[in-house]
């Protein structure tokens, strides 16, 4: 089964299409955030704590006092230069490639929520691995998203096993991209494993990666982890693509002024970027800058706020800039159910960030109450959502057919066009039609259909997916292969 923003056998409105005509900074703007970046990473420097860390700086000529580590701007934009402008990031199947580059934008799930809205009871529950792989197969099934970030966290789980089992469960049940945070190096290096199997080896794994990794490796502001800037090495030694995440708050972890904010970021995006090609030049990673804000009030993260749509689109023009892929966030809301709250929250972030032409932009589908909860009929709603943003990433086509010259010929002067040769030939992809999740009935019909609203309609669509939807398996070599590799793999 498949459930499309469009009616069955139509087109889907794309994925990959090219953003960049929202520009909420102008060009002297860019330049003068990437100069107070420089300044930062020259005058404040940043914190780091890990010896091999502080000798990869050292070795390339940062200035080193003690734990704080001074870049040249000359070392920064050395190591811009080096960051490939191009990453792909490969699904099981062909057709669900990611191509970053430029403005082409893609838009998915996100987060490592904890709880799960139940979709029986209605009620709030902890998030267990049978979720990784019920979400997994929704998103499947659904073709404005893109790419299945894992949106939770399996809590029935030891922490040993978690990596290899989300990940087994996410590619057995979808075949679009799958990331994942990661928490130990013997992870990374289980999960590169089982994409080797899947992909026949490790030289076509890095050809056509089917996994990738996020990395919060930066305490914000200026301190990168320890472990976590240990796994992101790894990774980059792996030459597997992986995200620099950081996502400071204004007025909290970063200034509370959006400039001052933007200004840290990017300087926090950088060092980190300088690192990965200290490491490995020419290591594919995504910057992942996700500017927030905090409630002033009482210091709470915001997901969905104002702000965040418009910091997000500012802060992919910094990536346009560099010419790297960007990773970031859009979609979030603080609402805690499918409710009014969450769709406006929701559709005027992901409309600002696509329309800026971001690449790879998470937490877009599925997410409520500030990244904590996922719940399956929001995957279903969003997913209409976003397939309206990508029509209007992909703007109006104008030349001589769309124009319809000869057509308003043919109709003329009070003439009618439904019938019209040229409708029946534009009707199908020139508009979007949300299916079935948004009604477009009369009342009367509505009413005649038991007056249900989206959420009973996005809930009822949720149910049959998953039990109607069967994603292509894995073949028989790599399940034999991951089974004979980690015994401690479960099969849901």
Known sequence: MRLSGERKGQPGPGKGLIGGQYKPLTDEDVKRIHEASLAILDRTGIQVEDPETLRLFEDAGAEIEGTRVRLSSSLVEDSIAKAPSRVVLAGREEENDLILEGARVYIGTGGAALQVLDLETGKIRRAVLQDVVNAARIVDALEN???????????????????????????????????????????????????????????????????????????????????????????????????????????????????????????????????????????????????????????????????????????????????????????????????????????????????????????????????????????????????????????????????????????????????????????????FYPSTVFDRQERELWEQDGSHDTWYRAKEIARRILIEHKPKPLDKASEEGIRGSFASILVL
């Open 145 to 431: 998203i893109h790419f299945y970030l894992i949106p939770v966290y399996p809590t029935d789980l030891p922490k040993e096993t978690v990596e290899v089992n989300k990940y087994y469960a996410a590619l057995a049940n979808t075949t679009k991209h799958v990331q994942a945070g990661v928490y130990t190096i013997q992870g990374i290096r289980d999960v590169i494993k089982m994409g080797e199997h899947i992909m026949g080896g490790g030289k076509r794994l890095r050809e056509r990666p089917v996994v990738s990794f996020i990395t919060s490796w930066m305490i914000s502001p200026l301190k990168f982890d320890t472990n976590v800037t240990r796994m992101l090495i790894e990774i980059c030694r792996q030459r597997m693509p992986v995200v620099l995440s950081a996502a400071p708050m204004a007025g909290s972890t970063a200034p509370v002024t959006m400039a001052g904010m933007l200004a840290q970021l990017n300087a926090e995006q950088l060092a980190g970027l300088t690192l990965t090609q200290l490491v490995e030049p020419g290591c594919p990673v995504l910057i992942g800058p996700i500017p927030a804000t905090a409630d002033m009030r009482s210091g709470k993260y915001l997901g969905g706020s104002t702000e965040l749509g418009l910091c997000n689109a500012a802060i992919t023009q910094m990536a346009h800039f560099y010419q790297v892929p960007i990773y970031n966030s859009a979609g979030m809301t603080d609402a805690k159910i499918p409710d009014i709250q969450a769709g406006i929250e929701k559709t005027q972030s992901v409309f600002q960030v696509a329309l800026a032409g971001a690449n790879f932009i998470h937490h877009a589908a599925g997410m409520l109450e500030d990244m904590s909860t996922i719940a399956y009929e929001q995957f279903v709603i969003d997913n209409i959502m976003l397939g309206m943003a990508m029509h209007a990433v992909r703007g109006i086509e104008i030349n001589d057919e769309t124009l319809a010259l000869d057509a308003i010929n043919r109709v003329g002067p009070g003439g009618h066009y439904l019938m019209d040769e040229h409708t029946l030939r534009h009707m199908r992809t020139e508009h």
